[in-house]
């Protein structure tokens, strides 16, 4: 059985502001998408420690700091005219592109 992959309306290097969780309030930048988990990794939010084992020579081994996933339903994008997270829609230009859109302000929120 084959994993259908979401169509999300975020996209990699978005600011999105988390809106439940430990983290809530907070802002980052989109590290990575994962479509097959519904899951975003945000730049220094969610933090876990992992410990790691020693590689021998090359890699020493301790606690490393690095950056947890968190769910897609726990973050909205944040539109600059606006300056919090809000919902988007997605609107069809005159040219035939298809660009994302604030539900508040009606702001472009793709940067070109």
């Not at 609107?91 to 702001?107: A, P, Q, S, T, Y």
């Amino acid at each position: 059985m084959s994993v259908v992959a979401k169509k999300f309306n975020l996209k990699k290097d978005d600011i999105v502001q988390v809106i439940t969780g430990k983290e809530k309030g907070k802002k980052g930048k989109i590290l990575a998408l994962f479509p097959e988990s519904s899951r975003v990794t945000i730049e220094k939010l969610n933090m876990l420690k992992k410990h790691t084992k020693s590689d021998g020579k090359s890699r020493q081994g301790g606690i490393v700091e690095m950056e947890g996933s968190m769910h897609i339903s726990n973050v909205l994008i944040v539109c600059d005219k606006c300056g919090k997270g809000v919902r988007i829609k997605r609107k069809k230009l005159e040219d035939g592109k298809c660009v994302r859109v604030c539900r508040n302000c009606e702001e472009v929120i793709d940067r070109v």
